[in-house]
């Protein structure tokens, strides 16, 4: 007859099932690799199941083990729930909140947002988490984070939104170009121009093709880069030009490079920043009150 297994015998196979390698998934786990090994021993015979196939060069789970990997990852983020009701039964701000933000939102955000938490709310511990958006609703959705700040609309499931601000896009570009000479600047010039953007995975990428209403073919890539300030140096190098977000700019990415800032003449060439988190989650009244704290910190900065 099956015993019941621990919570921790399911996140330690959940961990081998993420990282597909034990020595990976106990540094992980911060235990032993022979800790870790005998933990997922005991809940295959717990089970009386064959969870795992190990082989020298990789670890791979069986079908079994994969449906049990799924469900437990259900269960561990149910009780991180749980916990979290529990939390939030008391005064916002008070215990810790596990927040993933996207590169293209991070150095730009976070310097006031902490500064300012940790004037009005100094009883808030806030772990940051920087990555890319498809890692980070990964996380979201197996517990490992409390609540994103991204660009939306991004897909999820399982998940609400609350919409925080616009982020209007410029163009950013040497002073004698062609479309730093133009009047009115529309979307529909950047059409055939050499514009630098980040690599596949950056939402900003497809946010900013989508509010210019373009698609690749419409535009030459020369290069791509891994970061907002090393496009503004190759742009400043005479390669092409690049779209900025307006948070980007005020925090002075382009200062000392010569280069200009257009805005465009249309309405909603912008993303939208926001926050994300689980439906099931009973923070959602802590995570819309930190909405309102970052928007009223970004628009008066941290003098409070």
Known sequence: MSRQPTLKQLKYLCAVAEHQHFGHA??????????LSASIVELEDALSASLVERNNRNVLLTSLGLEVVDRARGVLTDIDDLVALCDASGEPFQGKIRLGVIPTIAPFVLPKLLKALRLVHPDCTLFVREDLSQV?????????????LLALPFPADNVDTLALFDDPFYLATLPNSRLAMTTKLKTSDLAGSEMLLLEEGHCLRDHALEACKLREQDIRVPYQATSLTTIVQMVANGIGATLLPKMATEAGITEGTGLVLKPFDEADVSRNIGLMWRKKTPRKQEFGLLGDFIKTCLSEGATH
């Open 26 to 35: 106990a540094k992980a786990c911060h235990v032993s690799q022979s800790t």
């Open 136 to 148: 980070l609703v990964n996380a979201l959705q197996v517990g490992d984070l409390d609540v994103l």
